[in-house]
Nanobody, 125 residues
Framework: QVQLVESGGGLVQAGGSLRLSCAAS????????MGWFRQAPGKEREFVAA????????YYTDSVKGRFTMSRDNAKNTVYLQMNSLKPEDTAVYYC??????????????????WGQGTQVTVSS
């Protein structure tokens, strides 16, 4: 079993920045592929970014490329999502997700068995 706890959400003006953190416990962190997803009101949960267990490959949805950076610190059992140049359309609950590492990254929410409780990000215009 893996426990995930997100933090770092909040209210920010458009153009601002936030850094989300996700602390993992319960399983060797370096054996986990990690993902960030988000869900806006009335919308389905969508993929934001994902990285393999080593951090060697990171993928982003097109709408956040060049603005968001996902990273991980395996020594701290923590994954981060640095969000810059935030836009009102980035407003959502952001979720951290984990899965046992595989050869290929997945962007599908259903492939991740472990989820955090979510953290709210609100971007005002």
């Amino acid at each position: 079993q893996v426990q995930l706890v997100e933090s770092g959400g909040g209210l920010v003006q458009a153009g601002g920045s936030l850094r989300l953190s996700c602390a993992a416990s319960g399983r060797t962190f370096s054996s986990l592929d990690m993902g960030w997803f988000r869900q806006a009101p009335g919308k389905e949960r969508e993929f934001v970014a994902a990285t393999r267990w080593s951090g060697s490959n990171t993928y982003y949805t097109d709408s956040v490329k060049g603005r968001f950076t996902m990273s991980r610190d395996n020594a701290k059992n923590t994954v981060y999502l640095q969000m810059n140049s935030l836009k009102p359309e980035d407003t959502a609950v952001y979720y951290c997700a984990a899965r046992p590492n595989r050869l290929v990254i997945t962007t599908r929410a259903r492939d991740y068995p472990y989820w955090g409780q979510g953290t709210q990000v609100t971007v005002s215009s």
